[in-house]
Structure formats: C-alpha cells, structure tokens
C-alpha cells in the first residue's frame, strides 16, 4: 500500500532526494520546506515522473502550530500519516569565539526544536493509528566529536538521543522511529554560509574545503536517500552512511583518541585559515591563501 509522508526541508538536498525516492516507490509526499517556490518546484517535478504523487506545502520548522496544521491538514485529506521526516536543517560553522548567542539560537530552533515539532505533532496522531514511522535527519556529528561545528553537533546529538530514546517509548504503540546520521552529503547546504539576516561566522562560504580536510569526497544526496529508504524497511535505529562513516563511527567507539586526531585537522585548518585578532573575533590571515577562489576570510 502506498504511504502517506511529509518531508520537511524537502525543497532541495536530502529532503528532495528522499523524496524523489519514496514518489518512485508509489508513495504520497507533502514536499515541505520554508521555500514555497522551491517546495512548489520540487512538488511539480516529483509528480510529474510519478508512479506516486506529491503535493507542496510551505513551513517553517520553528512554528510548532504550523507543524502542528500540516500533519493535521495532511491527515484529514489522506486519512492516516504514515511517516514523518523531520529533515530540515541549516548550518553554522566557526570556532565558539566568533559566534553570537544569535547563531545558537537559530541552530537550536531550527535543528533541534523543529525536529522536537514535528515529533510532537505526528506522533500523537500515529499512536492513536497504532502505526507510523518518524525519521529524523541527525548527522554523524551527532555521533562524533565535531570541532568548528559546536551548535550544529550538539543539536545533532540532541536529535540522535531523542530518537533513540521516543523509539524505546514508541514500539508499543506501533510507531517506529529513525536518527539518519550520514557523513558528509554534497547538498546546497555546504555553500549556503548560514542565515542571510544573521551576522556570517568565519565559515562562511567555506564548508566545503572544510570538510574536505577529512573527506575528500562528498556522498551524492541519492544514494543516501536509498539508505534512508532501506533503513526504514528493516526498521533500523540508526542509518549511517556512507561505510566510510560507520567505520568512523566504529573507531569512535573502540578507539577515540583516533578520531580526536582526525578531528583536529579541520580545526587546525580553521585556527590558520580565520586566526583570532586580539579582540577575540575572528579575521583573515596576512597573506591568506585564498581559498575555493575566494580570500579565505569572512563574508
């Protein structure tokens, strides 16, 4: 039987990807995302190729009654939800020093209390149908330890640890839970440099060289996307991927001060690339490289 889903962050990047999966598996996707042109794009695009059907939807994560309306709205026209992907997400990159509480604020709300929205939202309404999947895009950052991406790791772990435990609670009901904690996926997230209407950390625009300090080569958002998907068939707690991340993730737990090294080459590059001025802010190096054709220097 096809499924009922909504995909938040759905507009482009995993979101999108996911699905562009499940429509090709014959199911019905809400296409939800705070870019209502983009959502309206994606939507189009994915009912166009079929089998299955996709409708957009604009949603901004951070209102929890305007989660709390979509499920709603979704269920009373298709009668049931089947699985909700909490997946919207965003990004800021820099050491702690040169982030505002602002920027903390905004990771938290989106990463982690929208997730916390959409949780709260659809599982009422799956416990009461005794069936349902909850998928929840963490990172593997939210398994490891991330220097120069504190925020965005803290609400990843925040995420995984809800996921984990909501799935302990869940399985008498009928409702399966999933944390997605992937390495590094090549989406439009690593070059959107953070919130436009807030201040740009040092990162800014650099995701990309940093990240290819420990993985030289970016996981395609489609090939997740069939993880995802098989992840949920067998009902897994955890879908880590690629293998490169699970053997990360192995080391992590058998032996870490292996990953502490490797962690402390992304920082290394940051310290040099954005030096701290003695006002304790974050600047361009004298005779910065420049990077990815750009000075490797703030926006």
């Known amino acids: 039987m096809a499924r009922i889903a909504i995909i938040t962050g759905a507009a482009s990047g995993i979101g999108r990807a996911l699905a ?45 009654g305007a989660v709390q309306a979509l499920v709603d709205q979704t269920r009373e026209r298709h009668g049931r939800l089947d699985v909700m992907v909490n997946n919207a997400g965003i990004g800021v990159g820099g050491e702690i020093h040169g982030l505002l509480l602002a920027h903390w604020d905004r990771v938290i709300d989106v990463n982690l209390r929208g997730v916390v929205h959409g949780v709260h939202a659809a599982y009422r309404v799956m416990t009461e149908q005794r069936s349902g999947h909850i998928v929840n895009t963490a990172s593997l950052a939210g398994l490891l330890p991330t220097p120069g991406l504190t925020p965005y790791a803290t609400t990843k772990h925040a995420v995984v640890g809800l996921s984990l435990s909501l799935r302990a609670e869940a399985a008498a009901y009928g409702v399966r839970v999933t944390a997605v904690c992937p390495g590094v996926v090549d989406t439009p997230i690593l070059d959107k440099g953070g919130p436009d209407d807030l201040p740009k950390p ?47 993730w192995y080391l992590w737990r058998y032996a870490p001060f292996a990953i502490n090294r490797m962690a402390a080459r992304p920082l290394a590059w940051v310290r040099a690339a954005f030096p701290v001025s003695p006002a304790g802010r974050p600047g361009p190096a004298a005779g910065a490289v420049p990077v990815g054709g750009r000075d490797a220097g703030p926006d």
Do not use: C, K, W
């Open 20 to 64: 562009s999966a499940l429509v090709a598996r014959g199911d019905t996707v809400v296409v939800a995302d705070i870019d209502g042109d983009g959502a309206e794009r994606t939507a189009g695009d994915l009912a166009r190729n079929g089998p299955g059907a996709a409708a957009p939807a604009v949603v901004d994560v951070r209102d929890a």
């Open 202 to 248: 040092a990162l800014s625009g650099h995701a990309r060289e940093f990240f290819r300090q420990v993985q030289p080569r970016f996981y395609p958002a489609d090939r997740l996307a069939q993880d995802i998907v098989r992840g949920m068939d067998r009902n897994a707690a955890l879908v880590i991927a690629p293998a490169t991340a699970r053997v990360t």
